[in-house]
Structure formats: structure tokens, C-alpha cells
């Protein structure tokens, strides 16, 4: 395992159902959960509350957690600008609920937000949001997930389930780099993997 970024993201449901997807940039970025990275000695509750309010502009209420999802990315890979490769990503995925009917605050430049039916997702959503959204959607707390990336390879699509139940990635499975970003963050600080060849 290379190095290990902790980050969390959220499933944020309004009252019909639909779901917050964030798309960063410009260009083929994908739709992405709302999320971030943890900073030093806080709870993963407390950065999810912190970090899409930040990235949204939305006060969000935690109902439980989805899952926690390891995202791997290519071993011995190194995109331009780093010194090694992108570390692996655990993300702490919480279902949560929109707090109002509006945003409490502006999202900063560069989040478009929009609000999407879980059945009827974008072409271009990451890896994890499509795992993370299946899982919620079928009411799976306690979620232990793998989300691979290799370039060049389609996304699977649904996740499979273990005996236990628990939602998983087919050993074989990998799907293609997640492209949604936090404002300001790189890719992997929110449970996604970059394209090398897409960093700014």
C-alpha cells in the first residue's frame, strides 16, 4: 500500500430524494460527492460537517454512516508535479440530509452543484460516487469497500456483495479515475484517484 490519505464525503439527499453531486473545473471532470480531507486530530463527523459546507455551501445533518471506502489507485505510477505516487484514500461516506431548502452560503467559484435522482446518475460520475450512492440507496450501513482505478479501463458499474452482505468490488474489477475535486484540493483529498494527465 502506498501512502494513506483519510478524507470523508457525504450523500446528501434533499426531501424528494435527489442527490448533491459537485463537478469541479472545467473540461471532462466527473461529478464527485461533496467532501474533503480530515485535518489533524479531527473526527471524520466533524470534517464532513466542516468540509461540505465549505465546498457546497450547505448545512448538512449526519444520519449515519454509508460505509468507509478504500480507493486504490495504479502502484509505481507518478503524475507530473509529485514526488511519488497517489496515495490510497479512505473515505468515511456519511448519508446525510440537507439542512433547509436553500444553501446557507455561497459555494466557492469553481463548485457546480446540482441535484440528481439516484436512478438516473451522470454519464460521468467517479467510481466511488457511484459505489457510495448504490450502497445508500439500498439503506447499506457499515459498508467496506474497495474502489480500484487503472486508466484506460471502464467504469464496473454496481458494486458486488460479499457473504456477509457487505458491499465490495469484484477482485478483478477497476474502474477509470475519478476527476471531481474539493475546491482548491487535489483529486485524492477527496477519495478519488487523478488522471495523471489531467492535474492542473
Given at each position: 500500500m502506498s501512502a494513506l490519505t483519510w478524507a470523508v464525503a457525504a450523500v446528501v439527499s434533499d426531501d424528494t430524494g435527489r442527490v448533491l453531486l459537485c463537478r469541479q473545473g472545467r473540461g471532462e471532470r466527473r461529478y464527485a460527492l461533496p467532501g474533503g480531507r480530515l485535518r489533524p486530530a479531527e473526527s471524520p463527523v466533524r470534517a464532513a460537517l466542516r468540509d461540505i459546507r465549505a465546498e457546497t455551501g450547505?448545512?448538512?445533518?449526519?444520519?449515519?454512516l454509508v460505509g468507509v471506502y478504500h480507493?486504490?489507485?495504479?502502484?509505481?505510477?507518478?503524475?507530473?508535479?509529485?514526488?511519488?505516487?497517489?496515495?490510497?484514500?479512505?473515505?468515511?461516506?456519511?448519508?446525510?440530509?440537507a439542512a433547509g431548502v436553500r444553501p446557507a452560503a455561497d459555494p466557492p467559484p469553481g463548485c457546480r452543484l446540482s441535484w440528481h435522482s439516484p436512478d438516473a446518475l451522470p454519464e460521468s460520475v467517479t467510481p466511488l460516487t457511484r459505489a457510495a450512492v448504490t450502497d445508500?440507496?439500498?439503506?447499506?450501513?457499515?459498508?467496506l469497500h474497495d474502489v480500484s482505478w487503472t486508466p484506460g479501463v471502464a467504469d464496473p458499474g454496481r458494486p458486488t456483495t460479499d457473504d456477509g452482505g457487505r458491499s465490495r468490488t469484484g477482485q478483478g474489477e477497476r474502474s477509470e479515475a475519478g476527476?471531481?475535486?474539493?475546491?482548491g484540493q487535489p483529486?485524492?483529498?477527496r477519495g478519488e484517484a487523478a488522471d495523471p494527465s489531467l492535474h492542473r
Amino acid at each position: 500500500m502506498s501512502a494513506l490519505t483519510w478524507a470523508v464525503a457525504a450523500v446528501v439527499s434533499d426531501d424528494t430524494g435527489r442527490v448533491l453531486l459537485c463537478r469541479q473545473g472545467r473540461g471532462e471532470r466527473r461529478y464527485a460527492l461533496p467532501g474533503g480531507r480530515l485535518r489533524p486530530a479531527e473526527s471524520p463527523v466533524r470534517a464532513a460537517l466542516r468540509d461540505i459546507r465549505a465546498e457546497t455551501g450547505w448545512e448538512i445533518e449526519l444520519v449515519d454512516l454509508v460505509g468507509v471506502y478504500h480507493l486504490t489507485g495504479p502502484t509505481g505510477q507518478t503524475s507530473p508535479g509529485r514526488a511519488g505516487p497517489l496515495p490510497d484514500v479512505l473515505v468515511h461516506v456519511f448519508r446525510a440530509r440537507a439542512a433547509g431548502v436553500r444553501p446557507a452560503a455561497d459555494p466557492p467559484p469553481g463548485c457546480r452543484l446540482s441535484w440528481h435522482s439516484p436512478d438516473a446518475l451522470p454519464e460521468s460520475v467517479t467510481p466511488l460516487t457511484r459505489a457510495a450512492v448504490t450502497d445508500a440507496r439500498a439503506g447499506r450501513s457499515g459498508v467496506l469497500h474497495d474502489v480500484s482505478w487503472t486508466p484506460g479501463v471502464a467504469d464496473p458499474g454496481r458494486p458486488t456483495t460479499d457473504d456477509g452482505g457487505r458491499s465490495r468490488t469484484g477482485q478483478g474489477e477497476r474502474s477509470e479515475a475519478g476527476q471531481g475535486a474539493g475546491a482548491g484540493q487535489p483529486p485524492e483529498q477527496r477519495g478519488e484517484a487523478a488522471d495523471p494527465s489531467l492535474h492542473r
